[in-house]
């Protein structure tokens, strides 16, 4: 199976260096970003998992390590809106173009105001989905970031 995704496809296109890291995919595990970080040997602080919220109408796509959670009030407060809420699987896969479990902030189908937890910014290289199920990405954060026009906040905990 070829390893070009929208997520690869679209960092090749801008000139990110990334490297892919393939592992086995557990669809049943219960969180699936701390599954893949055991898989890959890597600290659950640096492999960010990827989430769609609504803010509204407005899709939101938010990105923070696999061992915290998005504290809703603080991307409220950073979004200056009353209210965020999770967006249901299958309108995430609608507004991504992915699949739960693969979907990677990088090559969305529609584009999404997008966060990244100001934390990411610490490392030299975390680990993002790359678009599918077993399939994760490294780069630098600072690439993601301009890569993505995401602001950066202290949104989890």
Known sequence: MSNATRATQALSRAGVAF????YDYDP??????LQAADALGVDPARLLK?????????????????DR?????ALAAHLGVKTVEMMPPKDAERVTGYVVGGISPFGQRQPATTVVEADALAWDTVYINAGRRGLILSCA??????????ATAQISG
């Open 19 to 22: 490297t892919l890291h393939p």
């Open 28 to 33: 049943g595990s219960e969180r699936v970003g």
């Open 69 to 73: 959670e998005v504290s809703l009030k």
């Open 141 to 150: 954060p600072g690439d993601a970031v301009r890569m993505l026009g995401a």
């Open 50 to 66: 990827t989430l769609m919220l609504r803010a509204g109408r407005q899709a939101v796509c938010v990105v923070v390590p696999s």
